[in-house]
Structure formats: structure tokens, C-alpha cells
């Protein structure tokens, strides 16, 4: 019985090495600081699309802060593609206070 359950242990690990993403994706949360001008207009479209983005699971856009909060799954989209989309609006991002693995203070 041990065997097998070994056997199976070493299966999976087999699995996860030659798929390194099965299993092993985590919620992160990025913060971009995007300068906006214009408080009633731009924090939407911010919003919109960074939610575009496959793999975002969460935003909150601060108009008076100047950043945006983003959160994710790491095992579908990365910081790269996140600061892209809002190149491809006209927001250019740069990295804010940092990331974090939690929605908790959401």
C-alpha cells in the first residue's frame, strides 16, 4: 500500500515538473501607478481595461491615489501583459508600492 501511494506521489510530481503550471498558480496583486487627468472619465476606462485582461480577477482604480490595484492569477496573465493593456490605452503604468498574494484588504 505504501508503494502506491508512493508510486502516486512521484506520478504527480512527474506531472507538475513537465507541466510547471498544474497546481502551482497563486492569486497575486499588483499595484501600477497610472497618471490620470481627468477624475470622472479616465479611472473608468482604466478599470475596463485592465478587466479585459485573462487572468484578472479583480480592480480598483484610485483617481486620488493615482495607482491601480490589481489583482490576479499568476497561472494565467503576469505583470507584463497587466502594464500592456493600459499601453494599449494611452495609460502608460509603472510599478507602484508593490505586489501581494491577497484580496484581503479589498
Not at 497546481?23 to 481627468?38: N, P, W
Not at 494565467?76 to 509603472?94: K, M, Q, S
Amino acid at each position: 500500500m505504501m508503494k502506491s501511494i508512493v508510486a502516486a506521489m512521484a506520478a504527480a510530481g512527474a506531472i507538475a515538473v513537465a507541466n510547471p503550471t498544474l497546481g502551482l498558480a497563486a492569486e497575486q496583486s499588483l499595484i501600477l501607478d497610472v497618471k490620470m487627468t481627468c477624475p470622472q472619465s479616465q479611472p473608468p476606462i482604466v478599470t475596463h481595461s485592465l478587466k479585459q485582461v485573462p487572468g484578472v480577477l479583480a480592480v480598483d482604480v484610485s483617481f486620488k491615489s493615482q495607482n491601480a490595484k490589481v489583482w490576479f492569477d499568476d497561472g494565467e496573465t503576469n505583470p507584463e501583459a497587466i502594464r500592456a493593456a493600459l499601453d494599449g490605452v494611452d495609460f502608460p503604468a509603472t510599478d507602484g508600492m508593490g505586489m501581494d498574494d491577497s484580496m484581503d484588504d479589498m
